[in-house]
């Protein structure tokens, strides 16, 4: 059974930091794509990054390149993503999901999800 089980989220003035995890169980990710996405109350869910388990390819929304790091720890199964120079815009929910293969930006496109860390940015 595939579990991805985020942790991090928080509540952090403008400007700051935060480290999200994803661990990963299950099955093996190694043909995978790990994305982040979040949702903001009212809105749709949005791609914010994504990167491949074999390989390390990486991808960014316009809106965090150059503020958010995503990166993977292949000996303990964990995705992470390093929020810096946050903005009170990226207050959302917070989720981690897979696809396998190829990445892709639509939610729609990706087959496990986690339960989503709650991250809030105070201004």
């Known amino acids: 059974q595939v579990q991805l089980v985020e942790s991090g989220g928080g509540l952090v003035q403008a400007g700051g930091s935060l480290r999200l995890s994803c661990a990963a169980s299950?099955?093996?990710?190694?043909?995978?794509?790990m994305g982040w996405f979040r949702q903001a109350p009212g809105k749709e869910r949005e791609f914010v990054a994504a990167?491949?388990?074999?390989?390390?390819?990486?991808y960014y929304a316009d809106s965090v390149k150059g503020r958010f790091t995503i990166s993977r720890d292949n000996a303990k199964n964990t995705v992470y993503l390093q929020m810096n120079s946050l903005k009170p815009e990226d207050t959302a929910v917070y989720y981690c999901?897979?696809?396998?293969?190829?990445?892709?930006?639509?939610?729609?496109?990706?087959?496990?999800w986690g339960q989503g860390t709650q991250v809030t940015v105070s201004s």
């Open positions: 999901a897979a696809r396998y293969v190829v990445w892709s930006v639509s939610p729609n496109e990706y087959s496990y």
């Open positions: 299950g099955r093996t990710f190694s043909s995978y794509v």
């Open positions: 990167i491949r388990w074999s390989g390390g390819g990486t």
